[in-house]
């Protein structure tokens, strides 16, 4: 933190975020890839709202780290962007879905299962790096609510994928897509409220701070 006072002090970044964030991002890049690919070749919703969700939370982790060494208030900032951001991959996806109900289009079921279980296994390593940061400022409890979300998507993407295959119907994949939508939306609006929290006690901690200098 910029500032010396005690306040600000307790919310420093806990020694090993940086890192943790890292791990996060490069595991994020690499299965945006894979998943958006597997997304097209197979037809799913469902995948390709993961592999969105995958590249939004790429985007997230850089602007984490650009802003790690900044004070409360700029990571509280930070934190409302990626709020706003997951709010709105939540209605993107849920738009996505009615489109391709109108669309008819069946997925392939072994594609999802298969892509499903390689995401799941990428995001429960990362939320087992993350764990211990879940109870920080709202930066650091964006970043959890990111990987723990993308870890429920992704036992959701393989339930719908075995959906489809005794159904022959799109409609589980379409279920799934659905949820995920709603859970980034509800993500989003925790983020969101925990943030301006923080924005709203890093200026009182300032103000606080200029009014003793101007005593």
């Given at each position: 933190m910029a500032c010396g006072c005690s306040g600000p002090v307790l919310k420093s970044p806990a020694p090993g975020f940086r890192r943790a964030l890292w791990i996060a991002l490069w595991v994020n890049l690499a299965m945006f890839f894979v998943e958006g690919?597997?997304?097209?070749?197979?037809?799913?919703?469902?995948?390709?709202?993961?592999?969105?969700?995958?590249?939004?939370?790429?985007?997230?982790?850089?602007?984490?780290?650009?802003?790690?060494?900044?004070?409360?208030?700029?990571?509280?900032?930070?934190?409302?962007?990626?709020?706003?951001?997951?709010?709105?991959?939540?209605i993107v996806v849920w738009a996505r879905a009615l489109w391709v109900i109108e669309q008819g289009v069946t997925p392939e079921p072994f594609t999802m299962g298969t892509i499903g279980l390689l995401a799941l296994i990428a995001n429960v390593s990362v939320a087992f790096v993350l764990f211990r940061f879940r109870d920080g400022d709202s930066d650091m409890r964006s970043v959890?609510?990111?990987?723990?979300?993308?870890?429920?998507?992704?036992?959701?993407?393989?339930?719908?994928?075995?959906?489809?295959?005794?159904?022959?119907?799109?409609?589980?994949?379409?279920?799934?897509?659905?949820?995920?939508?709603?859970?980034?939306?509800?993500?989003?609006?925790?983020?969101?409220r925990h943030a301006r929290m923080?924005?709203?006690?890093?200026?009182?901690?300032?103000?606080?701070?200029v009014k003793t200098v101007f005593r």
């Amino acid at each position: 933190m910029a500032c010396g006072c005690s306040g600000p002090v307790l919310k420093s970044p806990a020694p090993g975020f940086r890192r943790a964030l890292w791990i996060a991002l490069w595991v994020n890049l690499a299965m945006f890839f894979v998943e958006g690919a597997a997304s097209l070749q197979s037809g799913s919703v469902s995948l390709m709202a993961d592999a969105i969700d995958f590249f939004g939370d790429s985007a997230n982790y850089i602007l984490s780290l650009s802003v790690l060494s900044l004070g409360m208030l700029w990571r509280g900032r930070a934190a409302m962007i990626k709020g706003i951001t997951m709010t709105l991959f939540g209605i993107v996806v849920w738009a996505r879905a009615l489109w391709v109900i109108e669309q008819g289009v069946t997925p392939e079921p072994f594609t999802m299962g298969t892509i499903g279980l390689l995401a799941l296994i990428a995001n429960v390593s990362v939320a087992f790096v993350l764990f211990r940061f879940r109870d920080g400022d709202s930066d650091m409890r964006s970043v959890w609510l990111c990987t723990r979300n993308d870890a429920i998507g992704n036992l959701a993407v393989m339930a719908a994928a075995l959906g489809v295959f005794g159904t022959g119907s799109a409609w589980p994949d379409l279920s799934v897509a659905a949820i995920m939508g709603t859970l980034a939306i509800s993500a989003g609006i925790s983020v969101v409220r925990h943030a301006r929290m923080d924005i709203s006690e890093a200026k009182s901690l300032v103000s606080n701070e200029v009014k003793t200098v101007f005593r």
